[in-house]
């Protein structure tokens, strides 16, 4: 699939990373890749622009600034492909879920010993 070779290229993962919390401005994109990465604007511009046209971003313009955001279009393809492999792992989390509360649920019970006040 075309978006898992789109992801596959660790800049373009780190921005969408940096666009996960809200919109940026290509210059901001630019500066934080470029101090991680030492690549170029245009280069950077080019991540962009695959990020862009393969579904994964948006960009609008606001005076002379472009501002990318993540679009969730790109996301969902990739949620649609992977969710036929849920049954995999949804019940083994499931489990390790039940395992967690009853660790719990017996630490709780555990006698506090005398010293530190640690339970036993």
């Known amino acids: 699939m075309r978006v898992f070779e789109v992801l596959a290229d660790p800049v373009r993962r780190r ?3 940096l666009l996960a ?3 940026m401005a290509s210059g901001e994109v630019v500066e934080a890749i470029g101090a991680e990465y030492g690549i170029t604007q245009a ?6 622009k695959v990020l862009r046209e393969s579904g994964f971003a948006t960009v609008r313009a606001e005076a002379q600034r472009r501002l990318y955001s993540v679009d969730a279009a790109g996301l969902r ?3 649609t492909w992977i969710g036929q492999f849920r049954n995999f792992w ?3 989390l499931d489990a390790l879920a039940t395992e967690i509360a009853r660790g719990k649920r017996e630490r709780g019970r555990a006698p506090i010993t005398k010293r530190g006040g640690k339970r036993a």
Not at 43 to 48: G, I, K, T, Y
């Open 21 to 23: 919390p809200g919109e």
């Open 43 to 48: 280069a950077v511009s080019q991540h962009l």
């Open 15 to 17: 921005i969408l990373e």
């Open 90 to 92: 949804e019940p083994k």
């Open 77 to 79: 393809a990739v949620d």
